[in-house]
């Protein structure tokens, strides 16, 4: 909503910091909530061509001073303090899918490494991704890490496009071409360590891999993370020989195994099974333990071999479908 006349003018009261470590607050902030300048700016009642002005320094281009939206901006964050937020899915199961991508999520951010890490639909991917996000960019509120997720979704991206992308999950500008992107990002990212994970990386072209390339080769050292199918891995075998530069930068490619059963039966035990034998008795809850967990296996094509693992993505909807039926049982009861 935005502020009203009233609240603008107490703002102005405040005692505001001057503008350039302004900046480095509403930076800062945007970073860590993933809020873009056109989500402050409705938040806060201004244009977003107005924020952008006022994050780059040519604010005097639309208004003879900056106190006013420099008080909208610190009033807002005030009103709104970062803080955690609770996914959908409740907490992290230790696996050996997450084990791996949290491994070398730290690895790449503490070290500006590059990976690439590959899997079957519904191995936790983006799940994990967000979490480690979460746990970086809000949790550690002052720390000088971040986290940053480019979804490359399907269709063909052009260089210029995936930029862009990159811009907007940063919380900067996608203003001008590939080199005034990137110049904004290493601005963006000195004196601390980022980390980028690609998703859905097996739609990025050569084109853009080797556009990206550049933000690992030079200062800051921006680590990278490549995560996707095995259509992912497929496609730098295919490319090996243009690829060279790449090939030679990664730390490690790895097969993520998907859950196995004991895995798949831990989760849904920690996740519903007390009330199951609360509501059934044991017996009763085990044979629907076994059911959702049997519900979510999955059998994929590999090497002309038939693989099976369990989906993580079909049973964790399964296990969020059980308990809305388990809580509506119970209320009705």
Same mark, same amino acid.
């Given at each position: ?71 909208? +901006? ?17 907490? +992290? ?8 991508? +949290? ?49 490359? *979704? ?38 601390? *360590?980022?980390? %980028? ?15 990206? *390339? ?16 095995? =259509? ?30 004991? =895995? ?11 009330? %199951? ?23 994929? +094509? ?29 209320? =009705?009861?």
């Amino acid at each position: 909503m935005a502020l009203s006349l009233e609240e603008r003018r107490q703002l102005m009261a405040l005692d505001l910091p001057e503008y350039d470590a302004a900046v480095k607050e509403v930076r800062d902030y945007m970073a860590r909530t993933q809020l873009t300048s056109a989500d402050i700016a409705m938040r806060i009642g201004y244009a977003d061509s107005s924020i952008r002005n006022w994050l780059n320094g040519s604010y005097a281009n639309v208004a003879s001073h900056d106190t006013a939206i420099r008080a909208a +901006l610190m009033g807002y964050m005030t009103a709104h303090p970062i803080g955690a937020t609770q996914h959908q899915q409740g907490k +992290l199961h230790e696996t050996r899918n997450t084990s791996l991508l +949290l491994k070398y999520y730290s690895k790449a951010l503490a070290n500006g490494y590059a990976y690439y890490v590959h899997g079957d639909p519904g191995t936790q991917k983006t799940w994990v991704a967000e979490f480690f996000q979460q746990r970086v960019n809000i949790e550690e509120a002052k720390g000088n890490r971040r986290v940053h997720i480019v979804y490359s *979704r399907g269709g063909h991206l052009r260089p210029l496009d995936l930029m862009k992308r990159v811009a907007e999950a940063c919380g900067i500008a996608g203003l001008g071409n590939i080199d005034r992107i990137i110049r904004n990002l290493r601005h963006e990212f000195r004196g601390i *360590r980022a980390l %980028l994970i690609f998703d859905e990386a097996q739609h990025l072209s050569v084109e853009c891999l080797e556009v990206i *390339r550049e933000l690992y080769d030079r200062p800051p050292y921006t680590g990278l993370v490549f995560q996707g199918s095995h =259509e992912l891995h497929r496609n730098f075998i295919r490319h090996a020989l243009t690829l060279e530069q790449w090939m030679s930068r990664f730390r490690q490619g790895k097969s993520l195994p998907g859950l196995d059963e004991t =895995e798949a039966w831990k989760i849904a035990d920690d996740e519903i099974g007390d009330m %199951l034998r609360a509501m059934f008795g044991k017996k009763e809850a085990d044979a629907k333990l076994k059911k959702l967990v049997d519900g979510s296996r999955a059998t994929v +094509l590999r090497s002309q071999e038939k693989v099976q693992y369990f989906q993580a993505r079909r049973l964790f909807n399964a296990i969020n479908e059980t308990r809305e039926a388990l809580a509506q049982r119970g209320g =009705e009861a």
